[in-house]
């Protein structure tokens, strides 16, 4: 089932990413992109801000429009179109890039987000590469997950899609080891809207 979900997860993000808005606003129940941009109250205001895995742009227009300095990297050549067009009017930083190999100097941003990632974002040389390239003081947020607080039925059965697709008990713990080995200070927050409770990682990188 796993396998699978991934297979398709994968088919979304590049030969179906036209249908991406779609699937994903039926999948929150219209809250997709209100969940992605819990992050921002945890980003830095001062300084250049680098999305890892931008995805359709939303939150790179997001962030533009309340005056961040965004940059953003994808490897899906779909998803770097459709993020081209939708900020466009803001003369767009984005790149298509592997967040293995970020390719941008140490101490290029002030902070990093990635909101609903696969599970590159854990990998140890993701993390490395996220700590090279914050400047001291630096925060890398993620959306990793959210929690359904809805009792409609609708929610139930989202609940127990999810369950079957894999997300898993233990990811607090889990990103609190990654991040932690990664020397990133870990803290996790919850943010709340009208059905979800959205889980907040915000590693900070020492200033010393």
Not at 6 to 24: G, P, R, S
Request: net charge positive; with cysteine; glycine share 10%.
């Amino acid at each position: 089932m796993r396998a699978w979900t991934q297979y398709l997860f994968n088919q979304l993000y590049t030969n179906f990413a036209w249908a991406y808005d779609v699937v994903a606003a039926m999948a929150s129940l219209g809250e997709w992109q209100r969940w992605g941009q819990a992050a921002l109250a945890f980003l830095p205001r001062d300084g250049r801000v680098l999305e890892i895995a931008h995805g359709p742009g939303h939150l790179q227009a997001a962030m533009c429009q309340a005056g961040y300095r965004a940059f953003g990297i994808d490897l899906s050549p779909q998803m770097s179109r459709l993020a081209h067009r939708r900020t466009l009017r803001y003369g767009p930083h984005l790149a298509r890039a592997d967040a293995l190999y970020l390719p941008f100097a140490n101490g290029a941003f002030a902070g990093a987000v990635s909101t609903f990632p696969a599970q590159f974002i854990l990998a140890p040389q993701t993390l490395a590469e996220v700590h090279r390239v914050l400047i001291p003081g630096g925060v890398f947020v993620v959306v990793p997950a959210v929690r359904l607080i809805g009792q409609d039925l609708f929610a139930g059965a989202l609940r127990l899609a999810y369950r079957l697709t894999g997300q898993r008990a233990d990811i607090d713990a889990l990103g609190e080891g990654r991040f932690e080995a990664a020397g990133l200070r870990f803290a996790r927050y919850a943010v709340l809207t009208l059905r979800a409770e959205v889980v907040v990682w915000v590693g900070s990188k020492p200033a010393g």
